[in-house]
């Protein structure tokens, strides 16, 4: 099991298609998984802590595999603690908290389509990228969509409802904040499996104490119900995602992995359905499709 990045090999094989399938599938079932696993007696901050301890050591397990051992610098360090807060800390925790608020099937959405919508909006307030027409028009068939998907839920909300939606504009906020930073600061002396055990180590490191200060050893759970299963299934989704993309990152590229963006769109819709028996509008397939529009203009203008 390799998971160091080289030069990307962009030669057509078959089982790339699969392969990016899977990705975009184990993308939408994550967030699904979050959604189940609010369901447990961790609480939040509880779900959050345990999985980062359990994905930390699967990492150490690999590293050790892969003989990559490394000592980490102050600038690892800096780089692991601002990375695993934007990518995993706040992401994770909005859709915790605003998990019996939303559908799965909109978290899914909404995340997917305004992370890129923010990216966009960052890069070009901080002078690195342009706002063109294509980007634009990108960005207004995005917000469209989620526009369009949201509108059911919106239609006569209270105020309370309204501040849940906004408390979950944080997952895709700190997502585009993590991409940008991430782009920019990623540190070329380390492997792809060093970076992600040390995000990982970090985001337990910084949410375990807090978790053991507030509840103990008693807020581990007694018996294992459909959340405590739901945390256990997210790990190992989450372990397998990470080494599709690096592994689709390395041989087939970048462009060709940012298309699992498209199938975790429909993914996290058909998961919330089948998994909890969720219902939507037809309206909300149009407004994937317009979400999905606006994701290919944007990664088309990647390619050009």
Known sequence: MEWSLGKARTGDTWWHGPLLFALGAAWGLQL???KISA??????????????????????????ANKAWF????????????????GTILPMGGVLLIADHLSAGLIVLVS??????FTVLIAFLLGTELLSARRLTAV??????????LWPALAGTSRDQLDWLLIFAVV???YAIDCIYVAGCWPQD?????????EAIAAAAM???????????????????PGEWAILAFVAVSFIEVYLYFYLLKTAGALFVSYGCFVSLFAGVLWGMSLLGETHPQSLWLAVALVCLGLYLITARRSA
Do not use: C, D, N
Not at 112 to 117: F, I, Q, R
């Open 172 to 174: 895709p906020l700190a």
């Open 190 to 198: 380390l492997r792809a499996i060093q970076v992600v055990t040390g």
């Open 32 to 34: 699904t998984l979050l």
């Open 71 to 86: 000592r980490p610098t102050r600038r690892h360090l800096k780089f692991f603690v601002v990375s695993s807060t934007f």
């Open 207 to 225: 949410t375990l104490p807090f978790w053991l200060l507030l509840e103990g050893t008693s807020g581990l759970p007694t018996t294992m119900g």
């Open 112 to 117: 997917e389509a305004l992370t890129p919508v």
């Open 39 to 64: 369901g447990s007696s961790l609480g939040e901050l509880g779900i959050l802590s345990l999985s980062m301890v359990l994905l930390s050591l699967i990492y150490l397990a690999v590293l050790a």
């Open 140 to 149: 207004a068939l995005a917000l469209a969509g989620v526009g369009l998907a």
